[in-house]
């Protein structure tokens, strides 16, 4: 707790106390909504940016919130108008359409916004 300011055997998300989580899907419930618009709420452990064909920039986002991790797809228009979110938020709200997987065990989420998360 001295070094970190938390402890190691807390999960991360504890930090963030003023979050509405339970406002949220659980990510481990998307499977649920195959095709459909959702909103999840998670704390960014991984970006990258990728060309699209076009040449355009998108971004990849993972998250995770007390359930699950899910892999988030950002497409260019969407990265331009909300990508600088995803560096001011360490914790985010993203409403996105679950994509699922060919094979039926798992799924990724395609962005549509990506915003502040709401507070309790």
Partial sequence: ???LGF?????????????AWGT???IRGLNKY???LVSVCGLIIEDRLHGQVT???????????????IECEMF????????LNTVRHPVVEVT???EPFDN??????????VRKPRAN
């Fill in 1 to 3: 707790m001295e070094l």
């Fill in 7 to 19: 402890t190691v055997s807390g999960h991360p998300l504890e930090q963030f106390p003023d979050v």
């Fill in 96 to 98: 996105g359409m679950v």
């Fill in 34 to 36: 195959p095709g459909q």
């Fill in 24 to 26: 949220y899907c659980p």
């Fill in 55 to 69: 040449g355009e920039l998108m971004k990849f986002i993972t998250i995770c919130d007390y359930t699950g991790i």
């Fill in 104 to 113: 039926g065990l798992g799924c990724t989420l395609q962005v549509r916004e």
């Fill in 76 to 83: 260019a228009e969407t990265y331009r108008r909300f990508g």
